[in-house]
Protein backbone atom coordinates (compact mmCIF):
# COMPACT_ATOMS: atom_id res chain seq x y z
CA UNK A 1 0.00 0.00 0.00
CA UNK A 2 1.41 3.46 -1.04
CA UNK A 3 1.32 5.89 1.22
CA UNK A 4 3.00 10.01 1.24
CA UNK A 5 2.39 11.71 4.52
CA UNK A 6 3.32 15.15 4.84
CA UNK A 7 4.87 17.37 7.81
CA UNK A 8 5.03 20.77 8.30
CA UNK A 9 2.87 22.49 7.88
CA UNK A 10 1.34 25.44 10.43
CA UNK A 11 0.69 29.16 11.48
CA UNK A 12 3.59 31.33 10.56
CA UNK A 13 3.13 34.95 9.66
CA UNK A 14 4.50 36.90 6.94
CA UNK A 15 7.85 36.70 5.85
CA UNK A 16 8.43 34.00 7.98
CA UNK A 17 9.15 30.44 6.46
CA UNK A 18 8.49 26.84 7.11
CA UNK A 19 9.36 23.21 5.44
CA UNK A 20 7.30 20.60 4.25
CA UNK A 21 8.26 17.19 3.83
CA UNK A 22 6.18 14.05 2.28
CA UNK A 23 7.37 10.76 3.38
CA UNK A 24 6.28 7.88 0.63
CA UNK A 25 6.37 4.00 1.74
CA UNK A 26 5.05 0.92 0.33
CA UNK A 27 7.72 1.51 -2.75
CA UNK A 28 10.10 3.61 -3.75
CA UNK A 29 9.86 7.29 -5.98
CA UNK A 30 13.70 7.25 -6.98
CA UNK A 31 13.10 7.40 -10.60
CA UNK A 32 9.59 9.27 -10.46
CA UNK A 33 8.32 12.74 -10.80
CA UNK A 34 7.39 14.15 -7.26
CA UNK A 35 5.23 17.74 -7.01
CA UNK A 36 3.34 19.41 -4.52
CA UNK A 37 0.00 21.12 -5.30
CA UNK A 38 -1.94 23.69 -2.91
CA UNK A 39 -5.73 24.23 -2.31
CA UNK A 40 -7.47 27.73 -1.01
CA UNK A 41 -11.16 27.25 0.52
CA UNK A 42 -12.84 27.78 -2.63
CA UNK A 43 -10.45 27.27 -4.95
CA UNK A 44 -9.24 24.72 -7.56
CA UNK A 45 -6.13 22.62 -6.58
CA UNK A 46 -3.05 24.34 -8.06
CA UNK A 47 0.36 23.20 -8.67
CA UNK A 48 3.14 24.80 -6.94
CA UNK A 49 6.59 22.91 -7.76
CA UNK A 50 7.60 19.75 -9.20
CA UNK A 51 10.93 17.64 -9.40
CA UNK A 52 12.62 14.94 -11.48
CA UNK A 53 13.28 11.73 -10.32
CA UNK A 54 17.21 12.66 -10.13
CA UNK A 55 16.21 15.86 -8.77
CA UNK A 56 18.25 17.92 -11.63
CA UNK A 57 14.72 19.49 -13.12
CA UNK A 58 12.77 21.57 -10.67
CA UNK A 59 9.34 23.28 -12.02
CA UNK A 60 7.86 25.89 -10.26
CA UNK A 61 4.54 28.09 -10.31
CA UNK A 62 5.17 31.90 -11.42
CA UNK A 63 4.05 32.95 -7.94
CA UNK A 64 6.81 31.29 -5.86
CA UNK A 65 9.30 31.23 -7.44
CA UNK A 66 12.54 32.45 -5.94
CA UNK A 67 10.58 31.79 -2.27
CA UNK A 68 10.00 28.71 -2.75
CA UNK A 69 12.66 25.30 -2.83
CA UNK A 70 11.81 21.59 -3.83
CA UNK A 71 14.09 19.00 -3.06
CA UNK A 72 14.20 15.56 -2.66
CA UNK A 73 16.10 12.55 -0.43
CA UNK A 74 15.80 9.36 -2.52
CA UNK A 75 17.84 7.50 0.35
CA UNK A 76 14.99 8.47 2.43
CA UNK A 77 12.50 8.09 -0.41
CA UNK A 78 11.54 11.91 1.20
CA UNK A 79 10.33 15.32 -0.72
CA UNK A 80 10.49 18.76 0.68
CA UNK A 81 8.98 22.52 -0.26
CA UNK A 82 11.23 25.10 1.74
CA UNK A 83 9.24 27.93 1.85
CA UNK A 84 10.39 31.48 2.62
CA UNK A 85 9.17 35.23 2.47
CA UNK A 86 5.36 33.61 2.72
CA UNK A 87 2.62 35.40 1.78
CA UNK A 88 -0.61 35.34 3.34
CA UNK A 89 -1.88 34.72 -0.31
CA UNK A 90 0.34 31.20 0.09
CA UNK A 91 -2.36 29.85 2.74
CA UNK A 92 -3.88 26.47 1.60
CA UNK A 93 -3.84 22.56 2.33
CA UNK A 94 -0.43 21.85 0.61
CA UNK A 95 -0.32 18.15 -0.88
CA UNK A 96 2.54 15.84 -2.15
CA UNK A 97 1.95 13.78 -4.84
CA UNK A 98 4.16 11.06 -6.96
CA UNK A 99 3.92 10.06 -10.90
CA UNK A 100 4.05 6.34 -10.54
CA UNK A 101 5.79 6.72 -14.47
CA UNK A 102 9.52 6.06 -14.82
CA UNK A 103 10.99 9.39 -15.49
CA UNK A 104 12.02 10.18 -18.75
CA UNK A 105 14.08 13.25 -20.05
CA UNK A 106 12.13 14.19 -23.15
CA UNK A 107 8.78 15.59 -21.03
CA UNK A 108 7.87 19.08 -21.11
CA UNK A 109 7.27 21.29 -18.38
CA UNK A 110 3.73 21.18 -18.68
CA UNK A 111 3.71 17.20 -17.88
CA UNK A 112 4.84 17.98 -14.38
CA UNK A 113 2.51 21.09 -13.84
CA UNK A 114 -0.42 19.17 -14.86
CA UNK A 115 -2.56 17.49 -11.88
CA UNK A 116 -3.61 14.45 -14.17
CA UNK A 117 0.03 13.06 -14.67
CA UNK A 118 0.21 12.23 -10.28
CA UNK A 119 -1.33 9.24 -9.56
CA UNK A 120 -0.42 9.13 -5.72
CA UNK A 121 -1.65 11.52 -2.84
CA UNK A 122 -0.96 12.77 0.36
CA UNK A 123 -3.96 13.80 3.18
CA UNK A 124 -2.35 17.22 2.66
CA UNK A 125 -0.71 19.51 5.21
CA UNK A 126 -2.22 23.03 6.53
CA UNK A 127 -0.16 25.94 6.03
CA UNK A 128 -1.57 29.46 7.04
CA UNK A 129 -0.10 33.05 6.83
CA UNK A 130 -1.52 35.74 8.93
CA UNK A 131 -0.59 39.48 7.84
Known amino acids: QVQLVESGGGLVQAGGSLRLSCAAS????????MAWFRQAPGNEREFVAA????????YYTDSVKGRFTISRDNAKNTVYLQMNSLKPEDTAVYYC????????????????????????WGQGTQVTVSS
Open 26 to 33: GRTFARNA
Open 51 to 58: VSGTGSRT
Open 97 to 120: AADVALESPYRSGTYYRELRTYDH
